[in-house]
């Protein structure tokens, strides 16, 4: 277990909160076992922007080394022209 593992978390609440399912579903553990690592999803509803989809997508990599940290989350453009610290 890594900070990793929370990253890939997050992208799971986020996409759940917007497409209002979970991203990996199956019938059965081994199922959803085989379907987390396949990393195949539906995509997020096209009311929310492609800049979103694409930080969802970083944060679902099945290979924790390919995830961002928080850090790098808070760094890329999509996210930082979207923060306001007033």
Do not use: H
């Amino acid at each position: 277990y890594e900070y990793k593992s929370d990253i890939w978390s997050m992208g799971c609440i986020i996409y759940e909160i917007c497409a209002l399912k979970p991203p990996f579903r199956a019938k059965s553990l081994e199922a959803l076992f085989k379907t987390v690592n396949k990393g195949v999803y539906d995509p997020i509803p096209n009311i929310y922007s492609k800049e979103l989809s694409y930080v969802i997508s970083l944060m679902l990599q099945n290979k924790a080394e390919k995830r961002p940290s928080c850090c790098e989350i808070l760094e890329l453009d999509e996210v930082k022209k979207r923060i306001s610290l007033d």
